[in-house]
């Protein structure tokens, strides 16, 4: 089973700044299948990213991913309200697909 | 609207069984294949089956091989879990996800509002 490992577990920011989150994998993982989500209380999760770097439909730009191998990363530009959230990464190269504990983004 | 709505989830006695469902609408179902993910309360995100638009193909996580069954009905636009010998550690909101691509899966693009399920006596 491939390990997501993300860091850290909690960032606190204020809004307009930028947040930069990691997720790192046990075992190489193909950049066609990490993906990350946001997911608000009490909400479901949202695809933000698949393919390491695709925006999902209606994502805003200032969500981008990069990252290759077994180290990927989630960048928010400018933070605004509404992007206080847990964020998640996830694998779906090798079965059983797996997540990421999460990153919680907080309000500084 | 593309939509998936979750179903059957409430409280049960360890070693009962429950069958969750999730009806899809806007899109075409019998294309797509499904998920189910699960979040304990508290906790993280734990995929635990997958099934093709065929049934032709399903996986299962370890934590429930043996014990739960992912089926569909593509006739009636729905997704199952069949869940037997419930635990206390199932316990959990219990989504369904949409696989993004028609062929292959590399990331779940539509998700159901979630149902609980709470196992204890």
């Known amino acids: 089973e491939i390990v997501l490992t993300q860091s850290p577990g909690t960032l606190s920011l204020s809004p307009g700044e930028r947040a930069t989150l990691s997720c790192r994998a046990s075992q190489s993982v193909s950049s066609s299948y990490l993906a990350w989500y946001q997911q608000k209380a009490g909400q479901a999760p949202r695809l933000l990213i698949y393919?390491?770097?695709r925006r999902a439909t209606g994502i805003p730009d200032r969500f981008s991913g990069s990252g290759s191998g077994t180290d990927f990363t989630l960048t928010i530009s400018r933070l605004e309200p509404e992007d206080f959230a847990v964020y998640y990464c996830q694998q779906c190269g090798t079965s059983p697909w797996t997540f990421g504990q999460g990153t919680k983004v907080e309000i500084k | 609207e593309v939509q998936l709505v979750e179903s059957g989830g409430g409280l049960i006695q360890p070693g009962g069984s429950l069958r969750l469902s999730c009806a899809a609408s806007g899109f075409t179902f019998s294309d797509y294949s499904m998920n189910w993910v699960r979040q304990a309360p508290g906790k993280g995100l734990q995929w635990i089956s997958y099934?093709?638009?065929?049934?032709?193909?399903?996986y299962y996580g370890d934590s429930v091989k043996g014990r739960f069954t992912i089926s569909r009905d593509n006739a009636k636009n729905s997704l199952y879990l069949q869940m037997n010998s419930l635990r206390a550690e199932d316990t959990a909101v219990y989504y369904c996800?949409?696989?993004?691509?028609?062929?292959?899966?590399?990331?779940?693009?539509?998700w159901g509002q979630g149902t609980m399920v709470t196992v204890s006596s």
């Open positions: 996800a949409r696989a993004r691509r028609i062929f292959g899966v590399d990331a779940f693009d539509i």
């Open positions: 393919g390491a770097s």
């Open positions: 099934i093709v638009s065929s049934s032709s193909t399903i």
